[in-house]
């Protein structure tokens, strides 16, 4: 990470505490998608996740992906530091802090593509940007939780839901299907809750000062 970056960085952090933007992210996430539920009465289920983004409540299930992969960017550049130790090599560290940004990238571009079925170009952009964030996200994941693993600054509970996170994931790539999709939101918006609440606990764990 530049110099110039962890500058501003700084000078962010000084205004909201890093783990703030993790909890807000989420937040903002889950208000986007129960708001978008609730504005479809024939939602349940067995229809994808992404469904929400072409129905009644689409702009607050799109914008609420905007603003939360953003804030889970910032957030994830705030917890990126915080995760070095001698006993994890630099190539690793870099690696995860790459995919992480590809992977929120990705999931911002959700909301900026949504899957109307009546316009291929779309499903096929959706359906690449999706795919894209889960990978990435897959690996990001499993290269944080093996730093948590390795270090000792964050307690098992994170490496084993980390891990959890990413079989979800896997399993949902393999089957494409709406409750493993549903199972894989829960499940990485508790392991971003989790790890909100665990750096804003353990004030001994702050990069940013």
């Known amino acids: 990470m530049s110099g110039q970056l962890r500058q501003v960085l700084n000078k962010i952090f000084k205004v909201i505490p890093g783990p703030y933007w993790g909890l807000i992210s989420m937040i903002i996430g889950l208000l986007g998608d129960i708001i978008a539920i609730l504005m479809t009465p024939d939602y349940n289920v067995n229809y994808m996740v992404s ?25 994830y550049l705030y917890l990126i530091p ?12 870099r690696t995860a802090l790459i995919f992480a940004i590809l992977s929120c990238t990705f999931f911002i571009l959700i909301g900026f593509f949504p899957s109307i079925t009546t316009n291929s170009v779309l499903i096929i952009v959706h359906g690449f940007v999706a795919m894209s964030s889960l990978i990435c996200g897959s690996i990001y994941i499993s290269l944080f939780g093996y730093m948590m693993l390795k270090g000792e ?57």
């Open 51 to 75: 469904y929400l983004g072409t129905g009644p409540g689409a702009l607050f299930f799109n914008l609420g992906t905007i603003l939360s992969g953003t804030l889970a960017l910032v957030f």
């Open 82 to 93: 915080i995760l070095k130790s001698n006993n994890v090599i630099e190539k690793i560290h």
């Open 153 to 209: 600054k964050f307690l098992k509970y994170h490496v084993y839901s980390a891990a959890i996170v990413v079989v979800i994931e896997i399993a949902f790539l393999l089957t494409w299907t709406p409750f493993i999709e549903w199972m894989a939101v829960i499940a990485i918006t508790h392991w971003i809750f989790s790890l909100s609440f665990y750096t804003f606990i353990r004030k001994d764990l702050r990069y940013y000062q």
